[in-house]
Structure formats: structure tokens, C-alpha cells
């Protein structure tokens, strides 16, 4: 299965061109979605955008210049994959009425019952201003499609302009809204930051508990932060061989309700990020993936609470001890079941 290319072009035109027949014209992301056929993000972000897309795939023309194209370009990629609903609630209030304030972004989050703090409401209107994104991103999309002033939010001139001009960029846009806020009832839970059973990439996490993007560079293995009282923990369970002797951790899934971690070489209880963790004052959030075939992707397991920390070592790469610091993670609630014996097969013979 990790071989076949299911995502593959000429997969995706089979699919693009099935769905044409069905619904008897250019499908939209919303098509695939209620026949239930190709995930819609995985449509809306193989390119640019899913226009782009059926450009490639169905030689029709998506009508979009580039700067239009460069806005749905990151609306695609950040607001539709964004794994959550604050982006989509803060898109249609400002394509409704072009300037909010942040007391009715607030406001609009509590009505739709999602979480409503500061953390939220910055970390939304950071996606679609590209405030603490990463150069390469900045570089990507040049610029966001809204502005902050203060205590004030609204949309750019430019994207403004185009939006009431463009209707290619209005139907994608709509299209784009629709789709995603139904994927994102149908998949992720509203009052929680990460859905357990769900994958999330760094870039994902450190997003949504509210971190500038660019910090998604900076969570090796694991990045504990004071400020916002967040520990989020990246596990690969079965190490490459090419992985130094140093960073080549035994953490390890033991039952549904407990994970043996280590922290970073070099590490004693002493140590900020450790001691953190250990005294519970971050709330920890741990995520994990079985190996590096899986992509950057990790599964969310839940919130933990960490026991049993003692100091020991590890060798480097020539045997000589390196200090780390092993505890035992327990989770709020059991994984399920599933995903444990995904996790940790039962040995056969």
C-alpha cells in the first residue's frame, strides 16, 4: 500500500474524468465529496488549487490570473487544510462584510461553538494576513489576503477587488467554503484542538495552539513552550537506520494508555523544557507515526500526562554515555483499540 501511488496524476484524471461523466460537467471539490469519492483535499492541494488542477488534468481554463490564483492558492493549502473551523468562520464573516473587529470574530466563534479565546482569534487571523509564516511561504504566496490594524481586520484591496470581480474566484471560493466546513464537521471535533485518531502534521500543531508557523521548523522531536503552556511531541516509532546514535530514542507505544518517552540527549530534570513537563505545567499533546514512509504526518494519540521521570543515558555514536531523562506518558483516555494494534502488532509465531 505505501508503494501504490493512489494520489498519482493519472489516478486523479481517472477520478476527475469519472466524476465529469457523472455529473455531466466540470465537477466541483463538493461533488467529490457527496459521492464520497477522492478526498477534496487532497484534490485542492496537488497543485496550486483544484482549478489549477482541472486545468492540468481536463484542459479547461480556471479563469484565474495569478493573483487570484496566488489567493486561492493559499486558501487552499492553509484554510482548507486547515483542519479546523476558525478560518472558514473568519473567511465568510469578512466576505460578508469586508472589515470585523476582533470582539465579532469573538462573537462569531462562540456562535458557532468552536473556542473563542485570543490564542484562537490571532492564530486565525495570522493564516490569512501570513503573519509568522516562514520566507518560503511569504515567498509562495506574496501576500494574504487580509490586513490587521490593531483591534480591526479586513481584506486586502487587492483580494477584495478580485473577489467582487472574478466570478471563477467567487465559485472556487464558495466551493472551497461549502466543502471544507462539511469535511471538517464530518472529521474533527469543534471544542478540541486536535482530534485523537487524526493526523497532524508540525505545521498543523503549531498553528492550532497558536505558534507562529515558522516554529514548525523547530519542533525536533518535541517543543515545549512556557509561554503558551504547550508541549507538543512528535514520535516516530521505528527509527531509519541512518538516524545518529544520539537522537535514536527507544520511545515506545506500551498499552492503549501509555507511551514510554525520552526526552533529547544531553536533557536532566533540571532542564526547562524537561522540568515542564514533568512538574504538569504545559499541557502535553502527543502525536506519532510508525515510520518515515508515512509521510510528515503523525497520528494524534491525546493529551498526556507524564510519571515515573528518572535520569539515565544513552551512547553516542563512539559508546560514550549521553545524560537523558525517561518517563512514562499517560494518556487522558485510551487510543482506540485500532490504532493501537496499528501502532503495535501482535507478534506471530
Known sequence: IKQTQLDSMANLKNALLAMRNRVGGVPKLWDF???????????????????????SLLRVDSMLN????????????????????????????????GTV???DIRDAFALADIPSDPSHITSAVDTLTLTGYAQADVTRYQTG????????V?????????YAESSALRDAVADLVKTGKELTRDRYEAGLPFTPG?????????????????????IYGYKTDETTGVCAIFVTLHKSSEVDASTAYEDQLLDPSTMRWFSRSRRTLESKEVSLVVDGLVQVHVFVKKDDAEGSDHYYLGPATATEA?????????GRP????????????????????????LQVG
Open 33 to 55: 465529496y457527496r459521492f464520497r469519492s477522492v478526498d477534496p483535499v487532497l484534490l485542492a492541494t496537488k497543485k496550486e488549487h483544484y482549478p489549477a488542477l482541472a486545468q
Open 66 to 97: 495569478s493573483s487570484e490564483s496566488r489567493a486561492l492558492d493559499l486558501l487552499s493549502h492553509e484554510v482548507l487544510a486547515g483542519k479546523r473551523m476558525h478560518e472558514f468562520v473568519l473567511l465568510e464573516l469578512l466576505l460578508a462584510t
Open 101 to 103: 473587529t476582533l470582539s
Open 145 to 152: 489576503i487580509a490586513e490587521r490594524h490593531d483591534e480591526t
Open 154 to 162: 479586513r481584506l486586502t484591496e487587492e483580494f477584495r477587488v478580485a
Open 198 to 218: 487524526m493526523q497532524y502534521s508540525r505545521r498543523d500543531a503549531a498553528r492550532i495552539v497558536g505558534w507562529p508557523r515558522a516554529f514548525a521548523s523547530t
Open 310 to 318: 528518572e535520569e539515565t543515558t544513552m551512547p553516542d555514536g563512539d
Open 322 to 345: 549521553l545524560s537523558v531523562v525517561t518517563m512514562l506518558l499517560k494518556f487522558d483516555q485510551p487510543i482506540k483499540q485500532g490504532l493501537f494494534d496499528y501502532f503495535h502488532p
